[in-house]
């Protein structure tokens, strides 16, 4: 039995990152190697958290972390699936190469989140008090053409995404990956992307830093 970190720990990890100035990350679709136990390390790379509070009022506005499910995340995380589901090597193959065509169409978020308001942290709810869009570099804003709210998380979601919290609200996200005049959403050589939640009660700013410098020196290959 392969040993795990535990989910508090993937959290505090990140949490750390995110303080410390994260890890730089890369969007090329390059092919990766990785082995199950790369998924905790993946998932802290590519996953933010941050918190507004109303010094004001003396109270907490918003708690959000979301996990960017980008190319290099989605390549971990289905190897590690594969590993913990016992897929055939077809299986895994399959499931990979869905989930990569996906990425070429839209960005995904997974996002779990907790406000001073239950009903107002309802991103699908049209009273919802915040607006989130994906902001790159240059200001330019897109906003999601999906949000998919998790009622009750399946046990999957509960191991590879460790911010599900019994007092969370969990949501999946998806914005395109171009702008209607075909431009990218993320260039190649952005220098970050944002992720934003804001309101009236005030804003929460998810920062991915990307590596530009980095090449897609292989083509997806899989054994």
Same mark, same amino acid.
């Given at each position: 039995?392969?040993? &795990? ?16 100035? +994260?890890?730089?990350?890369?969007? &090329? ?7 199950? #136990? ?29 996990? !960017?499910?980008?190319?290099? !995340?989605?390549?971990? @995380?289905?190897?590690? @699936?594969?590993?913990?589901? %016992? ?14 065509? *996906? +990425? ?20 699908? $709810?049209?009273? %919802? +008090? ?7 570099? $240059? ?32 949501? &999946? ?7 209607? /005049? ?22 929460? /700013?998810?920062?991915?830093?990307? #590596?530009?410098? +980095?090449?897609? *020196?292989?083509?997806?290959?899989? $054994?």
């Amino acid at each position: 039995m392969r040993a &795990r970190a535990s989910g508090a720990a993937v959290i505090a990890a990140a949490i750390l990152l995110a303080a410390c100035g +994260a890890t730089k990350v890369s969007m &090329r679709p390059a092919a990766r190697s990785f082995t199950p #136990d790369d998924y905790d390390d993946i998932y802290g790379h590519w996953t933010r958290s941050e918190d507004e509070f109303a010094f004001g009022r003396l109270e907490d506005i918003l708690h959000v972390t979301a996990t !960017f499910e980008s190319w290099e !995340f989605r390549w971990a @995380y289905v190897v590690r @699936y594969a590993a913990d589901y %016992s897929l055939r090597t077809e299986e895994r193959t399959r499931l990979l190469r869905s989930t990569l065509a *996906d +990425a070429q169409e839209r960005h995904r978020f997974f996002v779990t989140m907790i406000g001073n308001r239950y009903r107002e942290s309802d991103l699908t $709810d049209e009273r %919802s +008090a915040w607006r989130v869009l994906l902001v790159d570099e $240059d200001g330019r804003q897109v906003r999601p053409i999906e949000v998919t709210r998790i009622r009750r998380p399946g046990a999957a979601e509960r191991v590879y995404f460790p911010s599900i919290t019994v007092h969370r609200q969990a949501f &999946r996200i998806a914005f395109p990956t171009q702008h209607p /005049d075909g431009t990218p959403v993320i260039a190649p050589d952005d220098d970050h992307v944002v992720l934003r939640f804001t309101g009236a009660e005030g804003r929460v /700013d998810l920062r991915w830093e990307m #590596d530009s410098a +980095a090449s897609a *020196d292989a083509p997806l290959a899989l $054994d």
